[in-house]
């Protein structure tokens, strides 16, 4: 896809998501969102204002919730499985602190969905190697590590995430724009199953991309945050990790504090993380610091930040402590999303003629 093409889709997909919200507003109870995210490790402040206070939102909006656990994708990432159990139920934990419900919404893992991943096969048929090839996230993942070396189920990786939405006749997946090339794969599988099964009458609804209006949070030292590149303040971190983490992050050397994220990108950053969290404009806040520096922002972000989680870390800490109420959550989110997967598989053989 060339740039231009790029931002045009992505630019039609924002004015879609205005439009979807809309739709949210007046009639809640029409979509079932999918959203989820790899048990690679603990989740992070971007998390939260990136997606997870999205969710919330919508949750209590009163649109119906399941969050995916890709464990399976945890294998494309090439994080080894003895480490699965505790990032699966740190996950679970991050969940419910943030406010999500699990008496509304659905958490459940890939691997204890067996309908989920056998739609995998149908949906395999439906698309090329040469269309597979040419999603930018597997086009990036080729270029990282060669085709020689990329497993089979990485290169497949958009299909499995097809599966995952489809199999749960999610409407909805709020994505950010990196994301939005596997909703458009998911899209044509879906047209494509019911040109071919089910014509006159179409069995899969083709999901749409939320976009969500967050801005996007840098890592603490300017890089991408990431949850395993040691720039990001885990939701669970102590006030005192806070604090030590915030005070290694990279600023500049002009005294005054200002809010120019293109001039300024690491200071800029930080104040719009003490702007969210202070439900704050960053400019105002950036001139409440003035000539303070960067110590003076410094402290700021880590106040900001220890009072606005305090709770979720103290609801966290708590559920942590409770190993046998997280995995009955997840046994039941799993079982709940096994008869919805099954449902929709049962339904995808009646259609293929292989009911026998
Ligand atoms: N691919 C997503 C990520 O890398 C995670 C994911 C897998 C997902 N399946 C999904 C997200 C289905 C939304 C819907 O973060």
Redesign the pocket.
């Given at each position: 896809m060339s740039t231009a093409t790029a931002t045009s889709s992505a630019d039609a997909s924002q004015r879609r998501s205005a439009d979807l919200e809309a739709a949210i507003g007046a009639d809640p109870g029409a979509f079932r969102i999918?959203?989820?995210?790899?048990p690679t490790g603990p989740l992070h402040i971007g998390h939260y204002f990136g997606t997870l206070a999205n969710r919330v939102r919508l949750q209590e909006a009163g649109v119906e919730l399941m969050v995916?656990i890709?464990d399976y994708?945890a294998l494309t990432d090439r994080t080894a499985t003895p480490a699965l159990p505790e990032n699966v139920f740190g996950l679970v934990a991050d969940y419910l602190a943030t406010g999500i419900d699990p008496a509304r919404a659905t958490i459940f893992a890939h691997s204890q969905v067996e309908a989920l991943n056998q739609l995998m096969l149908p949906f395999l048929s439906l698309v090329s190697v040469a269309e597979i090839g040419r999603n930018p996230t597997v086009k990036d993942e080729i270029a990282a590590t060669g085709s020689a070396v990329m497993s089979g189920l990485m290169f497949a990786y958009p299909v499995h995430?097809a599966a995952?939405?489809l199999s749960c006749r999610a409407n909805l997946?709020p994505?950010g724009k990196d994301?939005l090339p596997?909703l458009e794969l998911s899209r044509v599988i879906a047209r494509r199953f019911n040109e071919r099964y089910s014509p006159g009458a179409p069995f899969f609804a083709e999901p749409d991309a939320l976009l969500s209006a967050a801005p996007l949070l840098l890592g603490l030292d300017g890089r991408k945050m990431g949850k395993s590149l040691g720039n990001s303040v885990p939701l669970r971190a102590s006030a005192d990790e806070t604090a030590r983490l915030v005070g290694k992050a990279t600023t500049d050397s002009q005294r005054v504090i200002t809010y120019e994220p293109d001039r300024r990108p690491e200071v800029s950053n930080l104040v719009l993380i003490a702007a969210l969290c202070r439900d704050q404009d960053p400019a105002e806040l950036a001139a409440e610091i003035g000539d303070g520096g960067a110590v003076a922002l410094k402290a700021a972000v880590t106040e900001a930040l220890n009072d606005r989680f305090a709770d979720v870390r103290t609801r966290r800490a708590d559920l942590a402590a409770n190993p046998g109420y997280l995995r009955d959550v997840l046994a039941e989110g799993n079982e709940r999303a096994r008869a919805i997967a099954g449902d929709t598989l049962d339904e995808v053989r009646r259609l293929m003629h292989m009911t026998y």
């Open positions: 999918l959203t989820g995210d790899r995916l890709p994708q995430q995952d939405i997946v994505v994301q596997h």
